[in-house]
């Protein structure tokens, strides 16, 4: 399995929980990482993005100013810190690996998050 998320649970309205994804078997370091999310009878969407290095970022509207992705590439791992939870977000949170010269396009499984209100 070439990612793997760790990290989600159950937190109350407010709270903040640290996700993370592993990734092998491809080339981390040169592959933009992205955190989807689909929450129950809705689609999925993108949620951050960060660029290969590290050094750009992007936010879907919703968690603007709430979460924050980053990487560290010694370790080949992207990280989804979230701040100030509220109980849309609650979603299956995934992790994607894309390169944008082509290739293959990596999905995790997923893990759950779930905010109590």
């Known amino acids: 399995v070439p990612l793997v998320e760790s990290g989600g649970g159950l937190v109350q309205s407010g709270g903040s929980l640290r996700l993370s994804c592993a990734a092998s078997?491809?080339?981390?370091?040169?592959?933009?990482m992205r955190w989807f999310r689909q929450a129950s009878g809705k689609e999925r969407e993108l949620v951050a993005a960060?660029?290969?290095?590290?050094?750009?970022?992007n936010y879907a509207d919703s968690v603007k100013g709430r979460f924050t992705i980053s990487r560290d590439n010694a370790k080949n791992t992207v990280y989804l810190q979230m701040s100030s939870l509220k109980p849309e977000d609650t979603a299956v949170y995934y992790c994607?690996?894309?390169?944008?010269?082509?290739?293959?396009?990596?999905w995790g499984k997923g893990t759950l998050v779930t905010v109590s209100s």
């Open positions: 078997g491809f080339t981390f370091s040169r592959a933009t």
């Open positions: 994607n690996g894309y390169f944008s010269t082509g290739g293959p396009n990596y």
């Open positions: 960060i660029s290969s290095a590290g050094g750009s970022t």
